[in-house]
């Protein structure tokens, strides 16, 4: 016997990352089922080289100095005179992040590649590769995102000539792949009044032009004066923002698009904005989060005077669905590690035996649970992606009409064009609610399997820093609308006494025209119990008042997302049959009280079966899980 030493002894062989694309079974399936094959095959090899270059060493050192040099004001926002000063200085991995995301094409390929109602699709697949080794930037991306969509439905729109101008040079920007060129985008709403609650906002617009002289600038600056105070501003560094504002005391809050930096003498200066200072935070720390000032910010408005809350919600539509990929980014990266960790640590079970991880039953059925949880997620939050690129791409013909809309996927018959916009109203708010707030403990649960090692904030090791991507999914129950936000958002959409009607058709087609595809006898009690459900949710909505519900809307929020994931999940047992996905699918319905009492299913099996959950249905490769059996 020797006695150990910091280098001698056992040392663990540290986990291989391997292509995401390819490994996750539950992101293979997804796919599979919401994209046609021959797209798949088409999009299939960029893809696949994305989802290698993500987890190249040299993305994960941006992340490391992103993290570890954090955003700051240059002087404390004073110089040496004492005069105020808003100088954000930004780190160097923080800039080549950003950069990378903007040449692959993150937003931009919504924009400038035509997949017709699947672009959605296949750029959120690459955002969900992307967002747990971005370091946050897909953050400023997504406000990125949503500006371009707003700004696009306007220029297909009635403008005035210079308003085209300026709106179609910043489309230009924000559909950019140049970094030298392509802009992000910041959306400031929240004030100390409220978050979400924009009702009471303090921050004034005033009309008064200015003389283009004034700024000679080939494109003008905005005939609107904006004042006020932006608690927060997660995309400081961006090029541009959207913003509220009140035009008159009585009026509700109106839209503005305004550039963060104006011409100068000595170049450009920032447009009547002060950086007061920079938020201290749980997570997401190389995001520069900020408190502003305006002062005679020239902005322009987008829309009508007093619609300011319609037109922030094409945005927050489209920022909502970033929040939910990137937090299922993390949840499906925090799986990886530990799967892979699975695979090289071994463990004893008595009797001097050990054995890996991957082969330890108990283990094996927490990450087989686990990954039925990811999977239905995952469900649930491309399903409305899917929604998005219809509601995007319908021809100008359809708006009004109920022609159908492009075959939804394995077979499902086409709903009318019609409930495409209502089931999307009601998921905007649903799938952020219920995703983001699950994420949270599921994520907790992928830092326990690695042990003491999963709570170290180990950068030395950042492709398996899961505490870091613990620390940054929290925040995604919160921005662009808390969990209980949202669920007194889903009721309001469910009850609304124009348009509620509608979108409990939307859901009730889901459940019709879903469990009409699944076919098989050992389901048959699973869709009567799923019907049984959505019956007995649908009387309670029909029946209840607004007051009467909201106190109670988490649940029913999250018993409408469980509903819906039902369907999604048994149509993806049909398009893509397996024991594994039957067993999981079984395994989450039980938990979900969708099993009639005393029903079995024919295989539950054990830990071969959890290994093939977890790792696929090839199970555990010899090679890298040895052959070690309990």
Known sequence: M????????????QPVLRNQFHEDATLQRVIKLFLPLALLNDVSAEI????????????????????????????????AFGRSRSDLVVTEGWRKLQEFGLKKGMVALNYDTDRGEYTRLV?????????????NTLCPAAMQDGAARLLQRHLAGTLSSTER????????????????????????????????DVSRTETIATLTPIPTSAFPSPIPLGPWSVSGFKWFSSATDSQMTILLARTSPSAPVSAF??????????????????????????????LPTAELELNDTRAW??????????????????????TTVSSLSYLGRGLAVARSFALVREVGVGRSRRVPLSFHPLHM??????????????LLTFFTVFLLGLDERRRPSQESTQRPAPALPAGFPPPPQGLVAPLLRVLSSLHKSYVCELVVPAMFTTMQALGGVGYLVSSETEPINVARLFRDACVGAIWEGTTDVLAGDTVRALKHARSGGEVREGVAWLVRAGLGLVQGGQWEGVKREVERGWETLKGEIEKGTMEGLLPGARRTAFRLAELMIAVLFLVDLTRNPGKEAEVMCWRWMEKKGFVPEGAVLGIIGGVEMDQRIVYGPGGVVPALGGGAKL
């Open 165 to 196: 101008l300026v709106f179609q040079d910043a489309y230009d920007h924000l559909t950019s792949r140049d970094p030298s060129h392509a802009w992000t985008s910041g959306q400031w709403m929240t004030e100390r009044t409220g978050g979400s």
């Open 257 to 286: 698009f305004a550039p963060t930096r104006i011409p100068s003498p000595t170049g450009t200066t920032l447009n009547g904005i002060t950086i007061q200072r920079l938020k201290s935070k749980l997570g997401t720390h190389s």
């Open 123 to 135: 750029q959120f697949i690459r955002c969900h590769l992307w967002g747990a080794s971005c370091a």
């Open 365 to 378: 059925r927490t990450l087989a649970n686990l990954t039925g949880d990811y999977h239905t997620m995952m």
């Open 301 to 322: 408005l987008i829309g009508r005077e007093g619609a300011g809350i319609p037109e922030i919600s094409t945005i927050l539509t489209i920022t909502r669905v970033h």
């Open 48 to 79: 696949s080289l994305l989802a290698d270059e993500v987890l190249s060493p040299q993305i994960f050192d941006w992340v490391t100095d992103a993290e570890r040099n954090l955003p700051y004001l240059r002087g404390n926002g004073r110089d």
């Open 2 to 13: 020797e006695p150990s030493s910091a280098n001698k002894g056992f040392i663990q062989a």
